[in-house]
Structures are given as structure tokens and as C-alpha cells.
């Protein structure tokens, strides 16, 4: 699996493109991730955009993506109506008007996409996924977990703290050496203790 990240600003969420094809949530500014991904690939061999989660420095630039590469774009159902809502896609935070996004693919946790596998892990909002692949144990982890035993803030539209700790509890039953988080620095490997961390420190809070 190759992977490259692009972050465009401190404020943007990471963005993975994963094997040339698929992106793994966007950041907030479509031109300037358009453009990124054009040193990396011809923008139409780009199928597919995860959006880990609603929230606007993940999703904001999906759409203009969307129409510059014609690539489809997946979110869990539970999301999918937050997108365009300033309050649960957090973009009044960032003093920005959130996009409509209308998905083409709904997810509900449990799709595998080539090697790919949805896990349903709600808690950060009531539709974030994390994406797994079983063959490099690799975690695409969105806001759920962080490196350092870091997990999402639950005080935002939808935040749940028990359902995080449970899907954190769910992470760690994953076998996962490389993890490719939301925000901060990839964990590059035995990424497992990392989420055992964060699984001890979310109970404590
Ligand atoms: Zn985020
Ligand atoms: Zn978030």
C-alpha cells in the first residue's frame, strides 16, 4: 500500500492518497489540495474520497475535489446529514460557511473497499469511520485515536465519550503497525500500544 499525506495548512486535517486512487479525508481548501494531488497523479485516476467524519477541515474541500476528479464520495450515514450544518460539521469554528455534500456512497461499517475495511467507530461524531487494512496493518485512524495515547474531543455536536471508549476498545482488537491519523504525525510503527494508550487515557478522562 502506498501512502502519501498532504496537509495544506496547520489548521487542515491530514489527507492521505492511498495507491494512487482513493483520498482519505480532503482538508478545506479544494484548490490547494487539487493542486497537490496533481504533482502526485493525472486528477481522473482519482475513484474514491473517504470522509472519515462531517467535520469541515476533513470534508470542506470534498466537493470541489469531487468535481475536478469525478471521483465518488463515502461517508458513514450517520454523518451525512451533519455535513452541511455549520454547528455539527464544526465549520462555524473556522468562521466558514460548511458546503452541501451530497455523498454517493453511504456507509454503515463492515464494506471493504479493495483491501480496505470500514470500521464504524462513532463517538468524535456519531458517523466517524476509521479504514483498515488487514495485509500491512495499517489504520487510517481520522479524529478517533492520535499518536502518544491522543484520542478526539467529544464535546462537539454528537461527541459521546462511552462510544468513543468503545470504539477505541474496538481499535485495539485490530492488529495495526502503521497508523495514519486525523492530525499530528504518522505512528510508523507498533501503533497497537499506541491505541492501548489511548484506550487507558479515554477511560480515565
Ligand atoms: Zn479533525
Ligand atoms: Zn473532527
Known amino acids: 500500500m502506498q501512502v502519501i499525506k498532504i496537509n495544506n495548512s496547520p489548521y487542515d486535517a491530514?489527507?492521505?492518497?492511498?495507491?494512487?486512487?482513493?483520498?482519505?479525508?480532503?482538508?478545506m481548501d479544494s484548490g490547494e489540495i487539487i493542486s497537490e494531488l496533481g504533482k502526485h497523479i493525472a486528477l481522473d485516476d482519482l475513484e474514491m474520497i473517504f470522509l472519515t467524519h462531517c467535520h469541515y477541515d476533513h470534508s470542506g474541500g470534498a466537493p470541489g475535489v469531487a468535481r475536478a476528479t469525478g471521483a465518488k464520495i463515502a461517508v458513514h450515514k450517520n454523518d451525512a446529514s451533519l455535513l452541511g450544518n455549520p454547528d455539527a460539521s464544526a465549520s462555524r469554528l473556522f468562521g466558514k460557511k460548511s458546503p452541501i455534500i451530497v455523498p454517493d456512497i453511504l456507509l454503515s461499517g463492515g464494506e471493504k473497499f479493495g483491501e480496505l475495511e470500514i470500521i464504524h467507530t462513532p463517538g468524535h461524531t456519531p458517523g466517524g469511520i476509521c479504514l483498515y487494512d488487514p495485509i500491512s496493518?495499517?489504520?487510517?485512524?481520522?479524529?478517533?485515536?492520535?499518536?502518544?495515547?491522543?484520542?478526539?474531543?467529544?464535546?462537539?455536536?454528537?461527541?459521546?465519550?462511552?462510544?468513543?471508549i468503545g470504539s477505541i476498545r474496538k481499535l485495539t482488537l485490530l492488529d495495526v503497525n502503521i497508523m495514519y491519523p486525523g492530525h499530528g504525525e504518522i505512528v510508523v510503527n507498533n501503533a497497537n500500544e499506541q491505541i492501548k494508550l489511548s484506550l487507558l487515557m479515554a477511560s480515565q478522562f
Do not use: C, H, M, P
Open 137 to 164: 496493518k495499517t489504520l487510517f485512524s481520522g479524529d478517533t485515536v492520535f499518536q502518544d495515547g491522543s484520542f478526539g474531543r467529544t464535546d462537539l455536536y454528537g461527541g459521546n465519550s462511552s462510544e468513543l
Open 14 to 27: 491530514n489527507a492521505y492518497l492511498v495507491n494512487g486512487t482513493i483520498l482519505i479525508d480532503v482538508g
